[in-house]
């Protein structure tokens, strides 16, 4: 049995093990209609009322309602997106001194990222925004004791056992080892962001001419 616990004024969060059964809560508590806001986060849901329809104790007993309605089947399998990733140079300017910290060539740093499969955990920081988990033990490096102001869209770093890509421009204080020349932010699509929450990841290492091509240069 799922518990509700209270956040902020207008939150309640639901703690949930499985990504696939939060993904799945979530979904169904946004197609309800009843919430602001229901989000997926690493190891919960968070919905967000509105506090001028409903006070706690009505949010909590709604929630309790819904939440013992929803589907217990788990998601569909999601599709793999492989993502082409030329890492170091411009693109990846903390690779070598990554690849320093672990004692590794930047080769085998790259090795590394790219022969495991990862999951989409959760999107946000900024919009689009991917954590992705999955990555190895051997790449677990700190942030940047000092953020950029602007980080390029298409920019992958990795931090704290995560890897993290960014889907638009702006500030950040990941190491970054490559970028991917797919846009994931597409403006003219219905589904703006090429990344969601569940979605399985594999990099795929690519040359700077192959970048250049892929980017349409």
Known sequence: MLRIETGCDDLLRVPVKSRSKRAA??????????????????????????????DRVAAKELLAEQMSHAPRKQMDRAPLIEIPVCYGGEFGPELTSIAEMLQADEQDVVAMHTQHRYVVELIGFTPGFAYVSGLQDDLKVPRLSEPRQRVEPGSIGIAGGLTGLYALPGPGGWPLIGRTPLPLFRADEQQPMLLQSGAKVRFVAIDAESFAELAGQ
């Open 25 to 54: 809560l979530a979904k169904y508590l946004r197609s309800s209609g009843r919430w602001r806001e229901c989000v997926e986060g690493m190891r919960e849901v968070i919905v967000q009322y509105d506090t001028a329809v409903l």
